[in-house]
């Protein structure tokens, strides 16, 4: 079987819309129903990223495209920037992606009406990925990576860029380090937009992604030196897809720790499902998945927070 597919920009019939399973509602601003107040020097730095793509796209541009805030968004402005028919929305497919995620990054890239390539990658064959290192994202995307730049090759495209926008590298991205070693733009960062900037440049464009929770990979739910197995992956997807049919919205993770799953819920939502009744349907809900114990973290969705195991309530 092939490791590469493509895909025209037609969304599969009675799809929903993009984003909704991972709990972001497409609200009326979404829409377009509501106008939105860019500040001058934003509309200013999304004219330089409009500018960097249209000179980056010839013959065409790939885009490392999850279906999240900064990748959609990157790929909106280039369609409009470039046109449609010179870029390419590359997904990584693999177990740590969730097949809604994978449904969801589809669809949006067909609203775009860009070209998609699901591309399979294999980094569970990788040994020092599997033993989930501190820098196991590094291992990863050089998986990743490497297989785009050979795709690209092959294809004639010179230019690959991800969603790294200027936020992101504060932060300690080993991730990032393999993109760059393999020749990887990050036009979002180049330019100095952050999230915030990008989810108000979005929520102007009608994007449904504006509002949209973060959603990693599944694997970041496994503390540091937990392997990464299949089976531990499918039991936190199928933990979060539970969750999210009972209509858990926002920030959403399940942590594996063993026999035991520390759901982590947005501030908002831990109000919500802080009952007897409610952990009764979170802890039936995860258990479903084959978790043993179920523990809702009273502190609320933290990110980088897969480490911790106290300050947790049994459900």
Not at 158 to 163: N, P, Q, V, Y
Not at 268 to 292: C, K, T
Request: some cysteine; charged content about 25%.
């Amino acid at each position: 079987m092939s490791d590469v597919s493509e895909h025209d920009a037609t969304p599969p019939s009675g799809a929903q819309e993009p984003g909704g399973s991972r709990g972001a509602p497409a609200s009326a601003a979404a829409a377009g129903d509501e106008p939105v107040d860019v500040p001058d020097a934003v509309r200013a730095k999304e004219a330089l990223l409009a500018e960097w793509l249209r000179a980056h796209a010839h013959p065409a541009l790939a885009i490392g495209f999850s279906g999240g805030v900064d990748s959609t968004y990157l790929a909106a402005v280039a369609a409009d920037a470039a046109g449609p028919a010179r870029v390419v929305a590359v997904i990584g497919t693999s177990a740590s992606l969730a097949d809604d995620q994978h449904a969801d990054a589809r669809a949006l890239a067909a609203r775009l009406g860009v070209r998609v390539v699901d591309l399979a990658t294999h980094e569970m064959a990788d040994p020092r990925y599997v033993a989930n290192p501190s820098n196991r994202c590094y291992f990863c995307k050089s998986e990743l990576w490497t297989r785009v730049r050979a795709w690209a090759a092959e294809q004639g495209v010179e230019t690959i860029a991800d969603g790294t926008n200027a936020d992101d590298v504060r932060g300690h991205r080993p991730g990032a380090v393999a993109g760059r070693e393999r020749g990887v733009h990050s036009p979002l960062a180049h330019v100095g937009l952050g999230k915030d900037e990008i989810r108000i440049l979005s929520r102007a464009r009608g994007l449904p992604t504006w509002d949209a929770p973060s959603s990693p990979c599944l694997a970041s739910r496994l503390p540091y030196g937990t392997p990464v197995t299949h089976a531990r992956l499918r039991q936190v997807e199928g933990a979060e897809r539970a969750l999210r049919a009972l209509g858990l919205a926002g920030d959403l993770r399940v942590r594996h720790h063993g026999e035991l799953a520390r759901v982590e819920l947005s501030r908002a939502e831990l109000g919500r499902w802080l009952s007897p009744a409610g952990m009764r349907a979170i802890r039936s809900a995860v258990r479903q998945a084959g978790f043993a114990r179920v523990a809702v973290d009273l502190r609320g969705f933290r990110s980088g927070s897969l480490n911790v195991l106290e300050g947790v309530t049994a459900a």
